[in-house]
């Protein structure tokens, strides 16, 4: 009996109209992931419009807003299974407007399925020239780290299923790759709207040779799989649990989440940012208590002895090189509407906890039709990727994002407000 893999969340990305959510929608549907209410609402939605073919992005285009014009706007999650393994599939906003919304999905994809409409593209124009949200959704993946990008070239069915129209775009694509430094990258001919090589192979590409998409989908590794093991014990403190106070056996307990590496009973862990020391005595998680829990547990940890320990605090191995920092440098995407103010305090979030931050200095901000990063400037406006300096009214305790993505993310909150207006991932610490 083979073990199943642990679920694989991935992300649909590329401009408006590529084909996204009918590309989920083929999916869920080949796949034979809809229920009988769902396939009645195609059905119906057919017999109306008097169309042949099925409207599939009627299953991801949830919000009636979403159908009027055309477009996705919100992030829609669809979940479904095969025999292999279990999905988790963010549909994400291919408009400009809504790259913050597209950022949110991307955070915690271990995938990313970028379409390319090759029936948009000029291939009179040598290399092929790709449309610019292909490019700036790379270069959102690139900077968060997405580990694995499948390039679906769809709507192959209006090219004929062109060996050649495809090779254009993956070297054009590939040189875009190159650029960035995007690391596994694979392609695939496909035609969402008919199904060619989603689930199954299809005859109209015998030129192609590699798997179809859903294959593909079911053996690439999680981030959880990849990084299993690999990373020393972290683990941000949620809450401290105190029971029966007035007795003698006082219960202290810290509760929380464990986002890098492993912990057993006995083990000796550090605390920042005291940098005191002490040894696990008793670990529980919701069935009760266990010898040794690992990254994503969520457990209760009990300590030898008594320290001053609050919400904020993180645990970590005991000769973790890991310190506590007041100045980071990082990736801000920008999502208010109103721009950067460089002399504001903003509230900076960063696991389980919160301190002032201000933006000493915009180092860059990334050009997404050139692909170049502009310095010089002091402003970062709706939408913009930037690279920027970090001031901290106190010390956290982070790694950098491309170590750990959870000990590595953090937003910035309008105090005043208290909107969104960015989300970051820590480059460097200092």
Known sequence: MTTQLTPLRFITAGSVDDGKSTLIGR?????????????NVLNQAKDKSNKEAIDFSLLTDGLEAEREQGITIDV????????KRKFIIADTPGHEQYTRNMVTGASTASAAIVLVDASQLDFTRQPVELLAQTKRHSAILRH?????IIVAVNKMDLLDYSEEKFNLIKAAYGELAEHLGLKDVRFVPVSALLGDNLVYKSDS???????PLLTILENLPSIEEEQSGSEDFYFPVQLVIRQDADKQDDFRGYQGRIEAGEVHIGQKIRIEPSALTASVTEIISPKGEVKSAKRGDVITIRLDKDIDISRGDVFVAEYSPLTPSKQIQATLCWFDERALNPARKYLLKHGTQTVFARVSEVEQVLDIKTLSNATGEDQIKMNDIAQVRLNLQKPITATTYAENSAGGAFILIDEATYHTVAAGMILGLE
């Open 27 to 39: 999916l869920l549907y080949d796949s034979k992931s809809l229920l009988t209410d769902q396939l």
């Open 76 to 83: 829609a999650y669809r979940y479904f299974s095969t025999a």
């Open 144 to 148: 968060l780290n997405c580990p694995h």
């Open 205 to 211: 590409t015998p030129w192609y040779q590699g798997e």
